[in-house]
């Protein structure tokens, strides 16, 4: 039995760690949005100093999915999870909704004092 790398882990640490990145600053607003208020709202920018390494590993981790997800079919074996083209379609479009969650925590300390 082999251990194929599917992509699958570099996926959803790539997905956590972009939303831990955008935790300091996309937390308060939708919050906000939401009704909720408080001082303790104000708490919830501890995570702040740590966006550079989220980030970082963020990233790491979608070159490591890239490689195992897009890569050619001709590499995979036929009875492994990365030859049914059902599976491989629905990583990749699973890869694209995690760099944008990657892009929204990267920009959105930018864009953010235009909505307070």
Same mark, same amino acid.
């Given at each position: 039995? !082999? &251990?194929?790398?599917?992509?699958?882990?570099?996926?959803? !640490?790539?997905?956590?760690?972009?939303?831990?990145?955008?935790?300091?600053?996309?937390?308060? #607003?939708?919050? /906000?949005? #939401?009704?909720?208020?408080?001082?303790?709202?104000?708490?919830?920018?501890? #995570?702040?100093? +740590?966006?550079?390494?989220?980030?970082?590993?963020?990233?790491v981790?979608?070159?490591? &999915?890239?490689?195992?997800?897009?890569?050619?079919?001709?590499a995979?074996?036929?009875?492994?999870v990365?030859? /049914?083209?059902?599976?491989?379609?629905? +990583?990749?479009?699973?890869?694209?909704?995690?760099?944008?969650?990657?892009?929204?925590?990267?920009?959105?300390?930018?864009? &953010?004092?235009?909505? +307070?």
């Amino acid at each position: 039995m !082999s &251990a194929a790398p599917n992509g699958r882990g570099a996926l959803f !640490s790539g997905g956590l760690a972009a939303l831990l990145a955008s935790t300091c600053c996309l937390g308060p #607003l939708v919050l /906000i949005t #939401l009704g909720f208020s408080g001082a303790w709202i104000g708490k919830l920018t501890v #995570l702040e100093p +740590y966006r550079p390494i989220f980030i970082g590993v963020a990233l790491v981790a979608m070159v490591f &999915a890239w490689r195992s997800i897009f890569r050619p079919v001709q590499a995979c074996n036929s009875g492994d999870v990365c030859a /049914i083209p059902q599976v491989r379609a629905t +990583y990749k479009f699973l890869f694209w909704v995690v760099a944008a969650l990657i892009l929204v925590a990267l920009g959105f300390p930018y864009v &953010a004092p235009l909505f +307070y």
